[in-house]
C-alpha cells in the first residue's frame, strides 16, 4: 500500500508499479498541476536574481562592450576590417583576468578592450600579435608590458558592479551626445 500525495488517503497501484497517486483521476490531474508549479519556481529561482552577482557583471558586460563598439567606429583593431560583425575583443583574456576585464582605457590612456572582427576574435583567438603591435604603436613598449604584468587578483563586488554600470551608461550616453544621435 501507498498514500496518495494528494488526497493522503492509501492506495493499491492498479496501472503501473509507477503509479504515484491513487486510482482517482482528479488526483492524477492535481499532481501534474502540482508538479507544474513546483517547476516553475524552480526556474525562478534558477533565474537571475538582483542580488546576484552574475546578473550585474552580465548587465555590466553588455554596456563596457556596447561602449567599445560605439567608441572604436573605425574598424577591427588588429585587421584593420570595417565589415561584418564587430566584438569587444580582450588583449588579455577576461578569464585568466578579472581586474583587466573592464579596463578599457580613457583619456588617451592604455585599455585592454577594443574592438574586433569575429574573425580576429574568435576565429584567430584575438590575433594578439597585431594586436600587440597597435598597442605598441599607439602607447609605447612600457606602458604594453605594465598591462602584460597585471596579475592582479580581483574579485568584484555587486556594489563595484552597479558602480561600473552606472559608467559604462554614462560613457554610452557621452558618446551618443558626441555624435549626436
Known amino acids: 500500500m501507498r498514500i496518495c500525495p494528494v488526497c493522503k488517503l492509501d492506495y493499491q497501484p492498479r496501472f503501473s508499479s509507477l503509479q504515484k497517486t491513487c486510482n482517482e483521476t482528479s488526483c492524477m490531474i492535481k499532481l501534474v498541476e502540482m508538479r507544474r508549479v513546483k517547476s516553475a519556481k524552480a526556474k525562478d529561482k534558477k533565474a537571475f536574481n538582483q542580488k546576484d552577482k552574475r546578473y550585474w557583471a552580465e548587465r555590466v558586460k553588455v554596456e563596457c562592450h556596447k561602449y567599445v563598439r560605439e567608441r572604436d567606429k573605425e574598424g577591427c583593431f588588429s585587421c584593420g576590417a570595417t565589415n561584418g560583425q564587430m566584438q569587444a575583443g580582450h588583449y588579455k583574456p577576461q578569464g585568466s583576468n578579472a581586474a583587466l576585464r573592464y579596463f578599457v582605457g580613457e583619456n588617451g590612456s592604455i585599455g585592454n578592450i577594443y574592438v574586433q572582427c569575429v574573425r580576429c576574435n574568435m576565429h584567430l583567438s584575438g590575433n594578439l600579435v597585431p594586436y600587440r603591435a ?47 544621435t
Not at 140 to 168: M, Q, R
Open 134 to 180: 597597435k598597442l605598441v604603436k599607439m602607447y609605447g613598449e612600457s606602458a604594453v608590458l605594465e598591462l602584460d604584468n597585471n596579475n592582479e587578483i580581483k574579485t568584484w563586488t555587486i556594489d563595484e558592479l552597479k558602480t561600473l554600470l552606472i559608467k559604462f551608461k554614462a560613457l554610452n550616453k557621452g558618446l551618443k551626445d558626441d555624435r549626436g
